[in-house]
């Protein structure tokens, strides 16, 4: 069983930056393709990022050029470092990992992100 949990989240100010952490335990972590999405109250859940298990990464268009995803295997753990963040980008942002690119098997829970104005 692949379990995923992220934390990073917190509140900040428009214009600062965060990094979010996704940590695995279980699984084959390396063979996964992982993303990042993101859902506010009353909004379809959002794509953010994804970085594919041989490290080829896709943005959203609004994302393009202020996150960046990564990962390291050794760790277990995909990141989401965010630049530039604005109010618009308050969310719960969720990873989701798996061996699909555009249906994940496995989920976290999510971190909060509060971005004030």
């Known amino acids: 069983q692949v379990h995923l949990v992220e934390s990073g989240g917190g509140l900040v100010q428009a214009g600062d930056s965060l990094r979010l952490s996704c940590a695995a335990s279980?699984?084959?972590?390396?063979?996964?393709?992982m993303a990042w999405f993101r859902q506010t109250p009353g909004k379809e859940r959002e794509f953010v990022a994804r970085i594919s298990w041989t490290d080829t990464t896709t943005y959203a268009d609004s994302m393009k050029g202020r996150f960046t995803i990564s990962r390291d295997n050794a760790k277990k753990t995909v990141y989401l470092q965010m630049n530039s963040l604005k109010p618009e980008d308050t969310a719960v942002y969720c990873c989701a990992g798996g061996l699909g690119t555009v249906r994940y098997a496995y989920w976290g829970q999510g971190t909060q992100v509060t971005v004030s104005s």
């Open positions: 279980g699984g084959s972590f390396s063979t996964y393709n």
